[in-house]
């Protein structure tokens, strides 16, 4: 595997990481990332969610969640979804706190607002490497079933990347056959380290 | 080092610094790898944005300049002071120059060359370039914004655009201030591109909230910005609890996108007409050219009408033919429309009193504060002149304007609610008035003291709600109330529970009006307002307004909660009188909206589930659970974040789960209200389809008839949900098949009567089923194998006797059916070695591949192939099940050719197949020709033909005599059949 990914959604718990999850076990060099604020977990009322600053570690979650009410975190996914987690990584990460992780060759998000947020903080920061990055938006519901799908549809999306000689040649056409192919839409654009 | 020396080394370096900048440079416009491009546009725009100052920066060079960080902000005015080699001026032209190169690349027809990667690494340099450097403003926009986004296939270019624009459009310099509103009008026509920018455009026209609002509110002065609103509305989950005033503010901007599509629809002719009069409306301002252009001819008529207003009484008759030329549904929408240029919070001063008079009475409040200045003094003095005009009256017609007030924010509140439309069309009330055209008081009279008077009878009922004289936090949910002079006589609490009531219910009940507002009645309306406009005192009448209190609201979260149950309460209660009245499809729309609006920790669907399950039947629970259900669907459907989506789902599976098991216990067989409910939900998820499996299977060996009433209940919903939902298909199949190796015998029954007459014949199924049933045959044949090698020799010694000796001994005269079937079964009698147990065992598992062998005649073979290696109690399981299924198939062809050609080690079978096959009937001569050819071919027993010798003729018996003697076999039933024959 001849680049470096990052999965970007906005909490890091779902998507991102259900990417990443698959990403690891196929061999890619892979790093996930929300842009939120904060972690914030369905909870047992809409007013009640439970929140968590990123670093919590996901056992934390998983523990404090079976503890208040195993019923409900289960039926609604939330343990079964943090359990996968904790195998992947320890913590989730805040995208915006992520410059010591060095740079990355693809960055591949799941929602226009937080390809937004990937940009302009790219944008901010100090281009010193001059690497050029190129970031992917593809859009995915935030529940565990669209999430699944999403995560297989971003693996063929990587793999046709790994494929070619150098992105920058043939990323338009890519994107257009992907698009095509999958009847999905895709943003993508590129920024700089 | 001299220091000439040093110099010149400065100089050398510093031109070939400009010879590697120039090489670079014209790697950027070269064709060739887009990577190496991609690298040379940014050093270019890194060049620009080095050789130009920092309006932002430090005039003044830090310090320390050794250090890291302030090298990167290297700041160009610091060599304002001078410098042996660069010149600031000199830097300035080239940056300008390069800037040049760069915006060349975006024009006509270069651009049509470069691919959406370059264009939109382009895009993106010159708006940082343009950000960063303000002064570049005048240069960069004018190509971007001339860029056209339709001509490029590629979404990522209008989302670079969108994104370029929102940048410079946030930019604080004021050298950005002038294109703000170019920069929103080209945001606007992108949206028109992408229906995906739509939510980020609205989000522009937020940031720029102060500009655009005094283009388009010409009233509006303390309106507080919706951006916040906005935000918090479609992100926050917790937006449930956003006050009212957020919501109107959303529901606004929904409506006046909803206003700019039905325009074309509503009235062409009135379009075309007041084509003419174009010329004639006043500009709102140049930045609201594009709005205007959206809004078509319903903003133009606002403007017209504040033109004339703002002339005074000297076009009061132009106003009337303007009124009077218009159609009514137009007028409503102008109505609608001027809407939106209401403050949101009604004037708190009392010497602001005059702000009043507009509210729903006078479409044509418009135009800019001078104008209403000139229609507030017209007001006055019209109000001073006619002092004759009592006050009831003016107390009268503002009634109407109140209930105006309240219908169109109700229609606000639908615009907020997917898929409530065919709710509210069903859900007319014909007793309700229809809604009259605002602006036309003095005709809605009549019409007015209906509608406050059905208002004010929710008011009185809802007095008694407590809570309403807490104090009042700020930035809380603020409500307006319009109230005459009478009301606020009244008391005030009575008036701040009609206004808190009437809130509740506009989503739906104001809503149904407000969608009643036929051409047919405000046609009427209009030609009652033609009518009076004849005479300048309909006018006065008309105009002549009282002063109206607004009494302003604010609940905290907590009275809110405390409020919203009762009102819940006091809905379903009233809702069970109303139901008798007709009414039911209102109430329904009201209970499913008000679930889905209250805060879920108030347990509204609780209370919803209560209310159901008290009396299905009678409280139309199927129709409202459904409700319920399609809203929570939509909830979690629609584009939320993790957490609204996830509770939205959690809360639908619970009160699907509570409604089907109570719908379980309380409607059993043949009831088909679960059946029905289960059919028509949005969707089933996994808890259900586990209450199903439950009911198909039900655990332990109970066979009560309850137990048996569920089961055939579980099927029937699982047949109907085959049927009628093709998704889920395959997890009802494998509820059936599960039932259908149910170790209880009567349950398998059922469900096999399910899988095998229903199920089996579908194609989509058959194989499915077929695998199914082989693996599980496979599975017994394996599993009783290796319970049984721990005893296998004593056993399989045993086994061999009775298979080979005793059936031909037991075998009883042919002709005694069932009495001789049995003793075949017989023969093989238990032995005590096989446990009861393992046989069962057996024939659970084989007997949904011997029932579907009855409809595939061709799958028997294969039990006649894995007879020989399966155990004991399977084959006795097989030959218990043999008798069965033959006497079903018959001697069909595909029977007969196994019978020809049996594979080996099953003659135990095939001889129990042929028992069967005879046994109390007439061999046909097919069968009897199978058989002697058998004989011949592959089996040398005589057993076989003694089988037949009865159905033989004389002769042919005499040929096989000799066999039959030579045969170690001595059967008893030898000498009866051929004594027979000889005729002795």
């Known amino acids: 595997m001849k680049f470096r990914y990052a999965m970007v959604c906005s909490s890091n718990q779902n998507r991102s990481m259900e990417a990443h999850s698959l990403f690891k076990r196929e061999g890619f060099d892979v790093s996930s990332y929300g842009t939120g604020q904060h972690v914030k977990l369905p909870g047992p009322s809409l007013r009640e969610p439970n929140v968590y600053d990123f670093g919590t570690p996901y056992k934390h979650m998983f523990d404090d969640l079976r503890r208040k009410d195993p019923e409900l975190y289960k039926r609604n996914g939330i343990l079964p979804m943090l359990k996968r987690n904790l195998a992947v990584k320890s913590a989730p990460q805040r995208w915006q706190e992520n410059a010591a992780d060095g740079s990355f060759d693809v960055v591949l998000t799941f929602e226009e607002k937080v390809f937004d947020m990937v940009i302009e903080d790219l944008h901010n920061r100090n281009h010193v490497l001059m690497k050029p990055v190129l970031v992917i938006n593809l859009e995915v519901k935030d529940n565990h079933e669209e999430a699944a799908i999403g995560a297989r549809l971003a693996l063929l999306l990587c793999q046709e990347l790994e494929s070619t000689e150098a992105w920058e040649e043939s990323i338009d056409d890519l994107i257009t056959n992907f698009e095509r192919q999958h009847r999905r839409k895709l943003l993508y654009s590129v920024s700089y380290y | ?984």
């Open chain 2, 1 to 984: 080092m001299y220091s000439n020396e040093l110099d010149t080394s400065l100089e050398s370096s510093w031109s070939w610094m400009l010879k590697f900048r120039d090489e670079i440079c014209s790697l950027a416009f070269k064709p060739g790898s887009d990577g190496r491009r991609l690298l040379a546009l940014k050093f270019m725009e890194t060049v620009v944005l080095l050789y130009t100052p920092d309006p932002n920066g430090s005039s003044d060079p830090p310090a320390d300049l050794d250090s890291e960080a302030s090298v990167k902000e290297f700041n160009i005015s610091w060599l304002r002071g001078g410098h042996p080699i660069l010149n600031i001026g000199d830097l300035s032209i080239e940056a300008s120059q390069s800037l040049g190169l760069l915006l060349d690349q975006l024009r006509f027809p270069t651009v049509k060359s470069l691919n959406n990667l370059i264009i939109i690494m382009l895009i993106n340099s010159l708006s940082a370039i343009a950000s960063k450097r303000p002064a570049f403003y005048g240069r960069i926009l004018p190509v971007l914004l001339g860029l056209d986004p339709s001509s490029s296939s590629g979404k990522g270019v209008h989302h670079a655009l969108k994104s370029a624009f929102l940048s410079c459009l946030n930019c604080t310099h004021p050298g950005a201030v002038p294109w703000r509103d170019r920069l929103i009008d080209a945001l606007r026509e992108l949206k028109a591109v992408g229906v995906a920018e739509h939510a980020a455009i609205e989000l522009a026209s937020q940031n720029s909230g102060s500009l655009e609002r005094k283009n388009d509110s010409l009233i509006t002065q303390d309106r507080k910005p919706t951006s916040k609103a906005l935000d918090d509305i479609r992100n926050d989950a917790s937006r449930k609890r956003t006050g009212m005033e957020e919501s109107t503010d959303l529901l606004e901007d929904k409506m006046s996108v909803k206003r700019m599509k039905s325009v074309p629809v509503t009235s062409d002719g009135s379009t075309n007409d007041l084509s003419s009069d174009q010329g004639r409306v006043p500009s709102g301002g140049s930045g609201a050219c594009k709005m205007e252009e959206d809004s078509g001819p319903v903003q133009q008529l606002v403007g017209m009408f504040g033109a004339l207003v703002a002339q005074g009484e000297k076009a009061i008759a132009s106003l009337e033919i303007l009124i009077s030329s218009i159609s009514a549904d137009l007028l409503a929408e102008v109505v609608i429309a001027n809407m939106r240029n209401f403050p949101s919070n009604l004037p708190q001063i009392e010497g602001d009193n005059e702000q009043l008079f507009g509210r729903g009475s006078c479409p044509g409040m418009s135009g800019s504060n001078s104008e209403f200045d000139n229609l507030t003094l017209l007001l006055t003095n019209i109000l001073s002149q006619s002092s004759a005009v009592p006050q009831k009256d003016s107390g009268m017609d503002s009634l109407p304007s109140a209930a105006n007030e309240l219908e169109l924010r109700g229609t606000s509140g639908n615009t907020d609610v997917p898929g409530m439309s065919y709710v509210m069309e069903e859900a007319s009330v014909p007793t309700t008035t229809p809604a009259s055209s605002g602006g036309h008081a003095p005709c809605d009279t009549e019409n007015g003291s209906g509608t406050p008077s059905d208002v004010i009878d929710v008011g009185n009922e809802e007095s008694e709600i407590p809570g309403l004289d807490l104090p009042v936090p700020k930035d809380e949910l603020v409500i307006t109330s319009l109230g005459s002079t009478e009301l606020k006589d009244a008391s005030q609490e009575q008036v701040s529970s009609l206004a808190r009531s009437s809130l509740e219910l506009l989503p739906s009940v104001s809503t149904d009006r407000s969608e009643e507002l036929s051409p047919r009645a405000t046609v009427t309306d209009l030609s009652c307002v033609n009518s009076l406009s004849a005479t300048s005192s309909g006018l006065s009448t008309q105009l002549l307004l009282p002063k109206i209190s607004a009494p302003v609201i604010s609940l905290s979260d907590d009275q809110l909660d405390n409020l919203q149950k009762p009102i819940l309460l006091r809905i379903t209660d009233t809702y069970k009188q109303i139901a008798t009245a007709g009414g039911s499809q209102v109430c329904l729309s009201v209970l499913a909206y008000l679930g889905v609006k209250f805060p879920l920790d108030l347990e509204p669907w609780k209370l919803l589930q209560t209310h159901i399950l008290s009396d299905y039947v009678n409280h139309e629970g199927h129709e409202l659970t459904l409700r319920v259900l399609y809203r929570l669907y939509g909830e979690a459907e629609e584009d939320h974040d993790f957490v609204s989506s996830t509770t939205a789902k959690s809360v639908y599976e619970m009160f699907l789960l509570t409604v089907a098991e109570t719908l379980r216990d309380s409607f059993p067989w043949p009831d088909k209200c679960l059946n029905r409910l289960l059919v028509e939900v949005p969707y089933l998820p996994d808890s259900i389809l586990k209450l199903l499996e439950g009911m198909c299977s039900p655990g332990g060996s109970n066979k009560d008839n309850n137990n048996l009433e569920r089961v055939r209940q579980g099927l029937s919903i699982v047949w109907s949900l085959i049927l009628l939902r093709p998704p889920i298909r395959d997890a009802c199949l494998t509820i059936a098949l599960k039932s259908a190796i149910h170790p209880v015998e009567e349950v398998r029954d059922k469900a096999l009567r399910l899988v095998v007459n229903k199920l089996y014949p579908l194609p989509s199924m058959s194989r499915q089923i077929e695998a199914f049933a082989w693996e599980v045959l496979v599975s017994a044949a394996n599993a009783n194998t290796a319970l049984e090698s721990c005893d296998a020799d004593g056993a399989n010694a045993e086994f061999k006797d009775s298979d080979m000796g005793k059936p031909s001994n037991e075998l009883p005269v042919v002709g005694t059916s069932s009495k001789g079937l049995s003793a075949v079964t017989d023969s093989f009698s238990i032995s005590e070695n096989i446990s009861s147990s393992l046989l069962a065992e057996g024939q659970r598992r084989m007997a949904l591949y011997f029932a579907i062998c009855t409809k595939n005649h061709s799958l028997f073979r294969q039990i006649f192939v894995i007879y020989e290696s399966t155990s004991k109690a399977v084959k006795q399981a097989v030959l218990h099940h043999i008798p069965k299924l033959v006497r079903a198939i018959g001697p069909s062809p595909e029977l007969l050719q196994i019978l020809s050609d049996p594979p080996t080690g099953s003659m135990k079978l095939v001889m129990q197949v042929l028992h069967t096959l005879i046994d109390g009937t007439t061999p046909s001569p097919e069968l009897l020709s199978t058989i002697k050819k058998l004989y011949d071919t592959k089996v040398k027993d005589v057993e076989i033909l003694i089988l037949i010798l009865p159905f033989l003729p004389k002769d042919e018996v005499l040929a096989m005599f000799p066999h039959l003697v030579n045969s170690p076999v001595q059967s008893p039933t030898v000498a009866p059949h051929f004594l027979n024959v000889c005729g002795v």
